[in-house]
């Protein structure tokens, strides 16, 4: 990362939180649910391919939502969700390693593990199907992605611009997320993934995240070429089921 880099007081908090962290006692050895096989098999039951996130928090959400996480995670699937994100990160997001766990062990989606991991050993802490990489944070993107990889994770890669997408794809990602949040202003502009999605290849699965909140949206984005979305907010606002269910079900609404 270019300590040169302008990023929002937050978020810099979030890091700094995340150097702090350690890592797993023993390396850790998974064996994962695949993440693009849950997303065909929810296009072939005409769902839109969701991850929904089990959030309680967040910097830019206002409370905090303290429903046990497993009935969430389970309210999620039933709505129609394809694979789940589920947070780790504890300061800011009120996340916790030993919630993955129990909604890992209560579904059978993929399981994305949602953090800031700046290095190896923060591999080690929690079994999943899936880590997220976020590549403007990370010197050296492509050892963290060999890392995970060599546990059996597969790899989500997130990207906010061009050069983080190549970046990405130097590294060998072939899922890769396009998050709609500029985090140096915590601005978001769904306009960042219509900008960016031409650039992929069409053999990276491509999933756009944050900023999606109704199903104009979900059409929005599946019509920029989002292979799926990462839905967080808008899902935990509310009633989760009937949330998950109207925007997995998005495409096949009317236009209003």
């Known amino acids: 990362m270019d300590d040169d ?3 929002a007081p937050a978020v810099e908090s979030i890091l700094s939180a995340a150097r702090e962290r350690g890592g797993g006692e023993s390396r850790l050895s998974v064996s994962p649910r695949s993440l693009p096989d849950a997303f065909a098999a929810a296009e072939a039951d005409g769902r839109v391919p969701i991850i929904a996130e089990v959030k309680p928090t967040s910097p830019t959400t206002d409370g905090e939502r303290r429903d046990d996480p497993v009935a969430l995670a389970e309210e ?50 929690v079994e999943a199907d899936v880590v997220l990489l976020i590549a403007r944070f990370l010197d050296d993107l492509p050892g ?42 915590l601005e978001v502009d769904l ?11 069409d053999d990276v699965t491509l999933i756009a995240e944050s900023g999606v909140s109704t ?34 079900r998005a495409e096949s609404q009317e236009e209003p």
Not at 85 to 114: M, N
Not at 152 to 180: K, R, T, Y
Not at 236 to 241: C, I, L, P, Q
């Open 5 to 7: 880099e302008e990023i």
């Open 76 to 125: 999620m699937v039933a709505g129609g969700a394809a694979a789940l994100s589920v947070l780790t990160e504890p300061e800011h997001f009120g996340g916790s390693p030993e919630a993955l766990t129990r909604v890992r062990e209560a579904v059978d989606v993929p399981v994305l593990r949602k953090d800031f991991l700046l290095h190896e050993a923060q591999l080690d802490v």
């Open 144 to 185: 963290m992605v060999d890392a995970a990889r060599e546990r059996g994770f597969q790899v989500l890669v997130e990207v906010h611009d061009a050069a983080e997408l190549e970046a990405a794809l130097d590294a060998g990602a072939d899922i890769v997320g396009v998050n709609n949040r500029d985090l140096a202003k």
């Open 191 to 201: 306009g960042t993934f219509e900008q960016i999605a031409p650039e992929a290849p």
């Open 215 to 248: 199903p104009a949206d979900v059409r929005r984005m599946r019509a920029a070429g989002a292979d799926a979305l990462l839905v967080g907010s808008a899902i935990m606002d509310g009633s989760v089921r009937a949330n998950t269910e109207t925007l997995t």
